[in-house]
C-alpha cells in the first residue's frame, strides 16, 4: 500500500495562495494517478482534481475550482502538487491526496491523513 | 449537474445488518459508474472499502459487501460490530475525468 504525506496546509487570507503537496516515501510517484480530495468542516467529501500518471499527464478539476486550482507533479522530486489561488473562505478544507493506477484508475487506493487549508481574515 | 444521493444517516445495532446506497438525482447508478465507498473517521485518513461496485479491498473484513440493488449502488454491513460506527461515502465516475462524491452516511451501532 502507498503511503501518501499531504503537506503546505496553513491559515491564507481570503484571495491569497497556497501550494500543497502531495508525497510518497519509498515508491516512485509518477507511476501512479493523483487525486485530490477536500471536506469541509462538517461537510462532506468532494472531488477535487486528477493528474494521471502518463506523460503527457492527463488533468481534470472539479468545476467548483476550475481556474483557481492547478495541478502538477514533479517526477523528480517525487511530489504532486495542488496551487490554490484566490482562496475563498468556501475553500476551508482537509486537502487529501489519493492514488489511483493500471486497471484500478477509477477508485482512490490510498489516502494521506491530510492538510488543512483554513481561509479567514 | 447531477447530484450522488445517500441517506445521511443509519442506525444498526451491534451484529445486525444494514444497506447503504448510493443513486443519481437523474438516472441509475450502473457498473459503468465504477462506484466505489470509502469509511471516513475524524483523525484518520480515510479507508477504502469497496471498488468497481463489489470488490472489497485488500484487509476489508468480509462483512462489507458492495452491489447494484435497482438503480442505485449498495454498501451492505453485514453483523455490523462498533468499530464500524462512521461516515461512508460513495463516489462515482460521471465521465470525462470527473469524480462525484455523495453526501455521506453516519452509521450509528447501538
Known amino acids: 500500500e502507498v503511503q501518501l504525506v499531504e503537506s503546505g496546509g496553513g491559515l491564507v487570507q481570503p484571495g491569497g495562495s497556497l501550494r500543497l503537496s502531495c508525497a510518497a516515501s519509498?515508491?516512485?510517484?509518477?507511476?501512479?494517478?493523483i487525486n485530490w480530495v477536500r471536506q469541509a468542516p462538517g461537510k462532506g467529501l468532494e472531488w477535487v482534481s486528477y493528474?494521471?500518471?502518463?506523460?503527457?499527464?492527463?488533468?481534470y478539476y472539479a468545476d467548483s475550482v476550475k481556474g483557481r486550482f492547478t495541478i502538477s507533479r514533479d517526477n523528480a522530486k517525487n511530489s504532486v502538487y495542488l496551487q490554490i489561488n484566490s482562496l475563498r473562505a468556501e475553500d476551508t478544507a482537509i486537502y487529501y491526496c489519493?492514488?489511483?493506477?493500471?486497471?484500478?484508475?477509477?477508485?482512490?487506493?490510498?489516502w494521506g491523513r491530510g492538510t488543512l487549508v483554513t481561509v479567514s481574515s | 449537474q447531477t447530484v450522488v444521493t445517500q441517506e445521511p444517516s443509519f442506525s444498526v445495532s451491534p451484529g445486525g445488518t444494514v444497506t447503504l446506497t448510493c443513486g443519481l438525482s437523474s438516472g441509475s447508478v450502473t457498473t459503468s459508474h465504477y462506484p466505489s465507498w470509502y469509511q471516513l473517521t475524524p483523525g484518520q485518513a480515510p479507508r477504502t472499502l469497496i471498488s468497481n461496485t463489489d470488490t472489497r479491498s485488500s484487509r476489508i473484513p468480509d462483512r462489507f459487501s458492495g452491489s447494484i440493488l435497482g438503480n442505485k449502488a449498495a454498501l451492505t454491513i453485514t453483523g455490523a460490530q462498533a468499530d464500524d460506527e462512521s461516515d461512508y461515502y460513495c463516489v462515482v465516475y460521471m465521465g470525462g475525468g470527473i469524480w462525484v462524491f455523495g453526501g455521506g452516511t453516519k452509521v450509528t451501532v447501538l
Open positions: 519509498g515508491v516512485t510517484l509518477s507511476a501512479y494517478n
Open positions: 489519493a492514488n489511483s493506477y493500471g486497471t484500478g484508475w477509477h477508485y482512490f487506493e490510498s
Open positions: 493528474i494521471s500518471s502518463v506523460t503527457p499527464s492527463h488533468i
